[in-house]
């Protein structure tokens, strides 16, 4: 709707606003769940679930802000509905010859249908989105006003991914999670137990993601329905690579990604229809080319943690 | 398999799957209960819905047969050690394939003037079929080969491969029938043109269920002789435990890792084009309506083994064919059937780290005992 009055009003400049906008809307929910991600395969495991994780953040934020009037409120259940799933997720991922991947594609579906089911009564209200920072305000231009409407959900996450490599790099329980995902035998020789440490890891970052689904029914886009999420769960794991688990190259790659979401629809409102959808798998082919040129088959990609996707050792 | 020392093995491997489904469903029904369901009546009612008479019986067997050939898309590369996923991609990219080759051959265009429509080509149904499958395969093959080729030749991943080709079809599906092979009269759903009725798969004779099924079963049956009975499958097993034994005996590991994910994701290709000429008639959006995903979950749960993977079709297709009766007569909402797949599969996978663990299941061995040493100087036997 933004991206349409954008145009209306002034022209082609509204390709890029529209991009910076998209760039930071769409960055959030992208944001939360690769730092989730990224912090849960720097202990080893992998978690393609954060797809149903973040239905069930969405929807949680949306119910709990409805009942209770307070957004603010709902972002914290939803932190909370994402940690009860990975929960799940780390527990049952750590037992013998239980394979991740799977369990990640089984929590997609148990988290999305509790999504859908308990979420079906909050598809018609409307509750309370959260506050933005009106950073247009300068400008008299009501589509500029618009596009910088900046959620403080977004900084938020701007703030926790220089935080996340303050804590891989300088903290003991950083060091425990890094040596934990790189080389299981030396943790454990440290003493430190690997499946408490994988758990509250895949927990920490299923809180995450939990937060990054909020930030789709409170911000934007800011309703609850059932097709809110298109995949960006799923995505982060390959965003993640594309990071090479690194916090603050996922901040660059989650704007990256969420700018190249923006693009296929503001194309479309300056009267570009062709090849929208191919616009939209831009990251996807993105993500696959820079595997293709990055990866060599007789070593892993560098920067990723030793201990990732093997059976537990 | 069954001699006197092994009963107990083949015992076990009864006991925790179908220990695992009753888990499961006990879960279900108490998740039921919390949300004010009568868990009995849920359970009646899927039980009617699923399995109950032939007639309903039916609907489960449509759903099954989509399930079958998907899961192989996973259980055959698992026999190298490859864990793909990208059966949606497959599926989607096979019933894509088998369109354009349908209406080619029912037409002679893809887009179709009316007069092309009012006197279609008379080709042969059987040969449209033919070819149309014969598309549905390899188009599918070839694009889970591409993840193949990619693991083999440069080392990615391809676990994460195969997810980013999903969606590279999907947006392809998305791009196609909404412009370059779209009928312009389908306004809500953008639909490619639709397949004439005497070209589209039948069901087969005395029944409403499509020949689908019969592809599903006999593809299961040949992955499950295929690596199980054959040099090629052996040679694939031996790769997936150990490559670098496998390189060092000679075997031809990129070949083989090829050929295994040409087949199974033609299996998956073979899916959608029966998802095309069975069900939908053209191809629009609701060809990924997660058949893809649900064979991934459906080949770990039967442990990779294309047999056990038809069981787990016809359980899963049975909770699928139950949505409708669900919201009838309980009011529950139709994501409730996604609720049950996911505890079911959460359990199922559980169940898997739960072998070896029994004591009863363990082998026992009758030793011949030895007569005791004279001297308790000897080493201790562990």
């Known amino acids: ?313 | 398999m069954i001699s006197g020392q092994n009963w107990r093995r083949t015992l076990e491997s009864f006991v925790i799957p179908f220990g695992a489904i009753l888990v499961g469903l006990l879960f279900f029904g108490v998740f039921c209960a919390l949300v004010g369901a009568n868990p009995v009546g849920v359970y009646a009612s899927i039980w009617k819905a699923a399995f109950g008479t032939w007639s309903t019986f039916q609907n489960t067997l449509i759903r099954a047969a989509p399930l079958m050939l998907s899961s192989l898309c996973t259980a055959l590369p698992a026999q190298l050690g490859l864990v793909i996923i990208g059966n949606e991609g497959a599926l989607v990219m096979g019933g894509l394939g088998a369109i354009i080759t349908g209406l080619v051959f029912s037409f002679g265009s893809v887009l179709p003037a009316p007069e092309q429509i009012a006197a279609p080509l008379m080709t042969p149904p059987i040969v449209v079929q033919l070819a149309m499958a014969i598309a549905g395969i390899v188009v599918g093959g070839v694009w889970i080969a591409i993840a193949g080729a990619l693991r083999h030749y440069r080392g990615v991943n391809e676990t994460i491969s195969s997810l980013l080709l999903n969606y590279i079809a999907i947006a392809l599906l998305n791009h196609l029938v909404g412009g370059p092979i779209r009928d312009p009269g389908s306004l809500n759903k953008p639909s490619s043109f639709a397949l004439p009725e005497v070209n589209m798969l039948g069901d087969i004779p005395g029944t409403r269920v499509h020949w689908g099924l019969l592809f599903g079963l006999v593809a299961s049956v040949i992955a499950y002789v295929l690596i199980r009975r054959t040099t090629f499958g052996f040679a694939a097993r031996t790769a997936g435990g150990n490559i670098r034994a496998a390189r060092i005996a000679g075997l031809p590991v990129g070949k083989l890792t090829l050929m295994i994910c040409f087949l199974g994701g033609a299996c998956a290709g073979l899916a959608g084009m029966v998802e095309v000429a069975a069900v939908q008639a053209s191809a629009n959006e609701s060809l990924n309506v997660g058949y893809g995903y649900g064979g991934i979950l459906v080949a770990f749960a039967a442990r990779q083994n294309p047999l056990a993977a038809i069981f787990i079709s016809l359980l899963v297709g049975g909770i699928l064919a139950s949505g409708g009766i669900l919201q009838r007569t309980h009011n529950l909402p139709d994501a409730t059937v996604l609720v049950f797949q996911g505890i079911i599969f959460l359990v199922v996978l559980y169940s898997d780290s739960l072998y070896g663990r029994f004591k009863f299941f363990r082998e026992t061995p009758v030793y011949e005992v030895p007569p005791a040493p004279p001297t308790s100087t000897a080493a201790p036997t562990v």
Not at chain 1, 25 to 44: A, D, I
Not at chain 1, 227 to 237: F, H, N
């Open chain 1, 1 to 313: 709707m933004t991206t349409e009055a954008a145009t209306e009003a002034i022209g082609w400049w509204g390709v890029p606003l529209a991009i910076i906008a998209g760039t930071m809307r769409g960055g959030t929910p992208f944001l939360f769940v690769s730092l989730g991600e990224c912090l849960t395969e720097k202990s080893g495991k992998i978690n393609l679930g954060l797809e149903g994780t973040l239905l069930m953040g969405a929807m949680s934020a949306y119910g709990v802000s409805y009942l209770t009037g307070n957004p603010w409120l709902g972002v914290v259940v939803a932190g909370i509905a994402g940690g009860f799933l990975g929960a799940i997720h780390g527990w049952l991922s750590q037992q013998r010859r239980v394979n991740d991947v799977a369990v990640g594609i089984a929590m997609i579906i148990f988290g999305s249908g509790l999504a859908f089911f308990l979420g079906k009564p909050f598809i018609q209200p409307k509750a309370p989105s959260l506050p933005t920072l009106e950073l247009g305000a300068w400008s008299s231009i009501p589509a500029v006003q618009a596009a910088l409407q900046i959620s403080p959900l977004f900084l938020l996450g701007l703030a926790i991914a220089p935080l996340l490599t303050w804590f891989f790099k300088s903290t003991r329980w950083g060091l425990f999670v890094r040596a934990v995902g790189d080389s299981p035998e030396a943790a454990r020789a440290m003493g430190v137990s690997i499946f408490k440490v994988r758990m509250l890891a895949v927990m920490a970052g299923s809180f995450l993601a939990g937060i990054g689904g909020a930030s789709l029914s409170l911000y934007y886009p800011g309703v609850w329905t059932e097709r809110i999420s298109s995949g960006q769960g799923l995505m982060a794991v390959a965003l993640v690579i594309f990071a090479r688990w690194n916090p603050i190259a996922c901040l660059w790659a989650s704007l990256l990604f969420g700018g190249a979401q923006a693009l296929g629809p503001s194309l479309q409102s300056v009267g570009i229809k062709e090849g929208y959808y191919l616009f939209n798998a831009a990251p996807y082919i993105l993500t696959l080319f820079i595997m293709i040129f990055t990866c060599s088959p007789k070593q892993t990609l560098a920067g990723a943690p030793g201990a990732l996707g093997k059976e537990d050792g």
